[in-house]
């Protein structure tokens, strides 16, 4: 289990200069959000891994630009476009290969358009075989606006796909959509392989750490419970916070208290 900050925190500055921001503050653990088709390039993301090399960092995980695209892409009755999609999010893996990221985020499908649960798992299912042959996880994310954002959702996912069913748990969608955290955590258990954390309260569901009155020591005790050996990573607005200081600051808090939960 480790802690670690996205450089969407940074949007939208170029990801390269996030990445450095993220460097030299201290961060040594990152989600990459690719912005645009460029940052595919394999010389960009070998500039990107040697940045990583040279500050001794780790890149767990990688969220795609094209998320928006989802729903179209690989759940209309176009088949076409389910070969092509596949086709394309090589790209990210490979470009995950060269990072050495393991967990590839996936929105997939939007709320609302009554597409059936097994017709989302099929589709799902193709993507995580394209991964498997790159050794890259695909997690599917609870994202409020999303078809997956319901623990009702994801438990039928578990019971159709089995070990394949795996998701990133952010604690600002899950109280976006009417979800508890903890409870998501005691229902999935280790089908969670990856987390996205802020704190929430009055001021917002997607504040930094302490500002809200989210119990995140109770959390990520849960989680260590659980014997969840993933990446905690801290996923803020622009908005939220000053200065990429306040990520370093948020970062050394979760690994003091992360140190302490192991100690206790």
Do not use: W
Not at 55 to 76: D, G, I, V
């Amino acid at each position: 289990m480790r802690v670690g900050v996205s450089t969407a925190c940074l949007y939208p500055d170029l990801l390269e200069d996030s990445l450095l921001s993220l460097m030299d503050n201290g961060i040594n653990h990152v989600e990459i959000f690719v912005n645009t088709d460029s940052e595919l390039e394999k010389k960009f993301v070998s500039n990107m891994a040697d940045i990583l090399k040279n500050y001794n960092a780790t890149c767990k995980s990688l969220h795609p630009y094209t998320c928006a695209m989802e729903p179209m892409m690989f759940f209309s009755g176009y088949e076409r476009r389910v070969v092509d999609v596949l086709e394309y999010y090589k790209r990210y893996f490979e470009a995950m290969n060269i990072l050495g990221a393991e967990v590839f985020v996936f929105h997939g499908n939007k709320a609302g358009l009554q597409t059936p649960d097994e017709f989302y798992f099929e589709r799902f299912s193709k993507l995580v075989k394209v991964g498997k042959e790159f050794g890259v996880t695909i997690a599917q994310e609870n994202v409020s606006r999303c078809q997956s954002s319901t623990l009702k959702f994801q438990k039928a996912m578990c019971n159709a796909l089995g070990d394949d069913a795996k998701f990133v748990l952010d604690t600002k969608q899950a109280i976006r959509s009417g979800e508890d955290p903890f409870e998501t955590v005691r229902e999935l258990g280790q089908n969670i392989i990856h987390v996205h954390l802020s704190d929430y309260g009055k001021n917002g569901d997607c504040l930094p750490i302490g500002a809200g009155e989210f119990n995140v020591k109770a959390f990520m005790n849960l989680l260590y419970d659980i014997n969840f050996n993933g990446s905690v990573m801290l996923e803020l607005y622009r908005y939220n916070f000053t200065d990429v200081s306040d990520l370093a600051d948020n970062f050394n808090t979760l690994k003091a208290l992360l140190k302490s939960i192991k100690e206790a």
